[in-house]
């Protein structure tokens, strides 16, 4: 069968450049007995929710472009004899966010009753303004993750205006879904852990997470609010309910606050299920700490959603934002309320964790165990360097995912579908963008140096010399344009001028470069980093094109590695320190000694073979500016060359790093080191560049390395 043939793209005229709508598509049928079984092929720009007789049944749109348009294959449940309706409730951005690259807005589907198409998407269909969410731009989560969403639940009583559906010209070249869908799982257990009285802050103009965190809170004994015995030990789902009421406790309270631990950090979709006596307007704010004494819901960005309540039961699951939390807190503004579960569903990526690494060492056990869930928490429709604040595809951070992953999950489909999504995001300037697929007003040049090392990695893992060879295009792009870069004077690379590159390496100081400014031309530095990095860059694709056949090709790349080492040891090779500086200044000697630049450089095969006993000294020694958790695996894995010598003194200093995070009771490995209070307390405590240990395990203690691509 050739899909959507028959279909058509709808959307609704004149919402075409609108930003954050929601528009439900409806089909109604009437069937006298259901088929064995209805499979649902579907499309749209940018998420789609379906619901069969007000079920919730699967959402989800696969991150794609509208160059490479993706398509969903759902099973539909719950269509019985007689009437049926299935809803879809399409969400369109319409704004440029880092996980979401504007396309043309519209959804397209088939369904199938057993093999037989069943429902297309026409001019048949009808379709409403969704009468609940709040339309147009509202709070910015974070200008990765995009809108935040307001839900009126006494909309759900209205009847929707439906007209009929217009048709939109997209194109049908889709495309079925490169990895497997999320498992949208059941309520999260959750255990009441606070729960007290609020009132809101005086001030004026607040959004709603500023309205959260800057509530007066007020603490109430156990069984205060809640007349359950054991008060703020409750756990829900809790099939009887508990009613919670203020009406006896304080005169000036705006309503009751109640915030919930799910034990370790998730990712999901908000849940609730609640019985208020009058319509309630309920404030949800998500973190993933109490350093506040509360989730931390606002530092310039937006962790709240509102949800207004309507008299009576509440049952709700919000299809499109996905949270990255452990804790969550409500401010329910009324005196009385009886809630049966607050949390949410958790949307896991399926994985197999049977290549399973254990020690006689319990804290390196716990440290492999916390990395796995580090990995997972991270990986939902491609990599993510975090789940609370951004769920962004980086190629630096992923390369780090990926490198675990091969060994931890057996997993190269997700790889895959990642490095193309990647690639995809190619620009003009042969460099990529700084997250795919997205559009965003600045890139780092050295992450899309590391996309060539992840091609080649990937290839070697998997043997799939098909993938690799149809990468090959971008990843020699992006060495041509590197090349093109080099100074003419040095023949090196320089940090980049304009304002839309951010030469950045690490959260380290001196390393961590500018965003969006510009140097003046006699402060622009010679760039020992991005050199290694464009040194590794050379070797990988001398590598591919080897591994492809390509010899001649192979050999004139490493030709021009040579040719780069011996350059950047003239240039940046300090004898008097016996390490290589990470930069140089016009006309003035070397300078920024640093753990990252030295190990880059082993790592690259760009340090001479008597120099580099030295250098790995002075790593073991750690003299220098230390190298942080997203790229400590430069500086483990040069050691660890010399493993009789120094594989100790790695795995020691891992047990310490990771263990000091497990002490503070991290259920996944922070961004860096300084935790919550990392960039002024926006710090991510889950970030899937800090699982290497997982690497290193299975590559090193167990020896487990590929002897051949495959």
């Not at 490479?68 to 719950?78: H, P, R």
Request: glycine share 6%.
């Amino acid at each position: 069968m050739k899909l959507f043939e028959n279909a058509s793209w709808l959307w609704k005229n004149g919402y075409n450049d609108a930003e954050n709508v929601y528009i439900d598509f409806y089909e109604t049928f009437t069937v006298d007995t259901p088929a064995d079984k209805y499979t649902m092929y579907i499309s749209a720009d940018a998420n789609y929710a379906v619901y069969v007789n007000g079920a919730l049944i699967n959402f989800g749109q696969f991150s794609d472009y509208e160059t490479y348009k993706v398509y969903d294959t759902i099973e539909l449940t719950g269509i019985v004899p007689g009437k049926n309706e299935i809803k879809v409730t399409v969400h369109c951005r319409n704004r440029n966010f880092s996980t979401y690259r504007i396309g043309k807005p519209g959804v397209i589907y088939e369904v199938y009753a057993d093999d037989a198409l069943f429902i297309i998407s026409s001019e048949e269909t009808m379709m409403a303004i969704n009468p609940c969410y709040k339309q147009g731009p509202v709070e910015i989560v974070t200008g990765q993750l995009g809108f935040t969403y307001h839900y009126d639940a006494t909309g759900e009583h209205a009847a929707p205006a439906l007209t009929p559906a217009d048709i939109t010209d997209k194109s049908k070249e889709l495309y079925p879904r490169p990895i497997k869908k999320l498992v949208i799982g059941e309520n999260q257990s959750s255990l009441l852990c606070a729960q007290g009285v609020f009132m809101d802050t005086r001030m004026e103009n607040l959004n709603i997470a500023q309205k959260m965190q800057y509530a007066f809170l007020s603490a109430r004994d156990q069984g205060t609010l809640c007349g359950h015995h054991g008060g703020s030990n409750v756990v829900f789902p809790n099939a009887d309910g508990i009613t919670f009421h203020c009406d006896h406790c304080d005169n000036i309270a705006d309503g009751m606050y109640l915030t919930f631990d799910l034990g370790l950090e998730s990712a999901g979709i908000f849940s609730i299920d609640i019985d208020v006596p009058e319509d309630t307007e309920i404030l949800i704010g998500w973190g993933e700490h109490l350093d506040d004494l509360r989730p931390r819901t606002w530092i310039g960005r937006c962790f709240a959603l509102r949800y207004k309540a309507h008299a009576g039961r509440n049952t709700f699951a919000g299809p499109f934002l996905r949270l990255g939390l452990r804790y969550l807190q409500l401010h329910i503004y009324s005196e009385r309320a009886t809630l049966y579960y607050a949390g949410i569903k958790p949307t896991d990526y399926p994985l197999d964790y049977t290549p399973y690494f254990k020690c006689a060492d319990h804290l390196h056990n716990k440290i492999y165990e916390v990395c796995l869930r580090t990995l997972q928490t991270c990986m939902h429709e491609h990599y993510e360097d975090c789940p609370w604040r951004e769920q962004s595809l980086y190629s630096m951070d992923s390369r780090n995912q990926m490198l675990c992953g091969y060994y931890t999950f057996g997993e190269t489909e997700f790889a895959k579908s990642s490095i193309r999504l990647m690639a995809l995001s190619l620009r003009e300037d042969g460099m990529l963008e700084l997250c795919s697929p997205a559009v965003v007003s600045i890139t780092i040049p050295s992450f899309s140096a590391i996309f060539v090392t992840q091609l080649q990695e990937y290839l070697l893992y998997s043997g799939d010399r098909a993938f690799a060879e149809e990468m090959m295009p971008t990843a020699r792009a992006i060495v041509a344009a590197f090349t093109a870069q080099l100074d003419n004077e040095k023949q090196l690379l320089k940090c980049r001028k304009e304002s839309k590159y951010w030469n950045f390496y690490e959260w380290q100081s001196g390393l961590d470069g500018h965003i969006g400014g510009s140097m003046e031309e006699d402060d622009r530095t010679y760039d020992a980093p991005m050199n290694a990095f464009f040194s590794l860059a050379l070797s990988s694709l001398a590598k591919l094109e080897a591994s492809l056949g390509n010899h001649t090709a192979s050999k004139a790349y490493l030709a021009q590695k040579a040719e780069l080492d011996a350059r950047i040891n003239a240039a940046f090779w300090d004898e008097a320190h016996g390490v290589y500086a990470s930069y140089i200044k016009k006309d003035t000697e070397p300078y920024h000694y640093a753990e990252l630049t030295n190990a880059l450089l082993v790592y690259a095969d760009a340090c001479p073979a008597d120099r580099e006993d030295r250098v790995l000294a002075a790593l073991a020694a750690k003299t220098m500016l230390p190298v942080t958790l997203s790229h400590s695996i430069f500086k483990y894995e040069s050691l660890l060359r010399r493993p009789t010598k120094y594989a100790k003194a790695v795995f020691d200093e891992i047990a310490d790093v990771f263990g000091r995070m497990l002490y503070n009771n991290a259920t996944t490995f922070y961004e860096t080191v300084d935790g919550a209070r990392a960039f002024s307390n926006a710090g991510s405590l889950c970030h899937g560049w800090s699982a290497i240990p997982t690497y290193l395990y299975h590559a090193y203690v167990l020896g487990l390395k590929p002897t051949a691509d495959g």
